[in-house]
């Protein structure tokens, strides 16, 4: 008697694909009692785990595998399922793009403390692709605006890696 494995099917939405790789994501301990979320090896995601490997590589920016990026590739897709949620309606990659700014800023640290760890693990981290527009008004908000930016980045690789996928 043999047994069916049910694997997951490759979405045809981006909101498809958001969920996949929410379900795809799992948390690990490492022996020091630390987690760190990486993609899940079962065999129920190996037909798209590849497709889902090569977003979460573009979203890592050129940086190394990392739990902040790793952790806020998680919490982009989670946001973005969080805002499709009530709408009756299918979201498009352009729905998804409207909401980018608001979901950056919300995941965006507050501390400066945080911020100047989140720079220090990468000082290329510091460099803004856009300068920002407004007055110097202290670091602590330099360095927010630069990870929000940098958010920002990540959920726009992500939505465009999923187009370029359905």
């Not at 379900?23 to 037909?47: I, K, N, V």
């Not at 998680?74 to 979901?103: G, N």
């Not at 110097?136 to 927010?144: K, N, Y």
């Amino acid at each position: 008697m043999t047994t069916a494995t049910t694997q997951a099917a490759r979405p045809t939405t981006v909101e498809g694909w958001l969920q996949a790789l929410t379900g795809a994501l799992t948390t690990t301990h490492r022996p020091d009692r630390s987690a760190y979320t990486h993609l899940s090896e079962a065999a129920y995601w190996q037909p798209i785990r590849d497709d889902l490997q090569e977003v979460c590589r573009l979203a890592h920016r050129g940086e190394l595998p990392n739990d902040w990026r790793w952790e806020m590739i998680e919490s982009i897709a989670q946001r973005f399922l969080e805002y499709s949620e009530p709408e009756a309606k299918a979201w498009s990659a352009d729905d998804f793009q409207d909401v980018v700014y608001e979901i950056a800023e919300n995941l965006g640290d507050y501390g400066t403390s945080s911020l100047a760890a989140w720079i220090s693990e990468n000082p290329s981290r510091a460099d803004f692709e856009d300068e920002p527009e407004s007055i110097f008004v202290g670091i602590p908000s330099l360095m927010r605006w630069r990870q929000i930016e940098e958010i920002q980045s990540m959920a726009f690789e992500m939505l465009n890696a999923f187009e370029r996928l359905i």
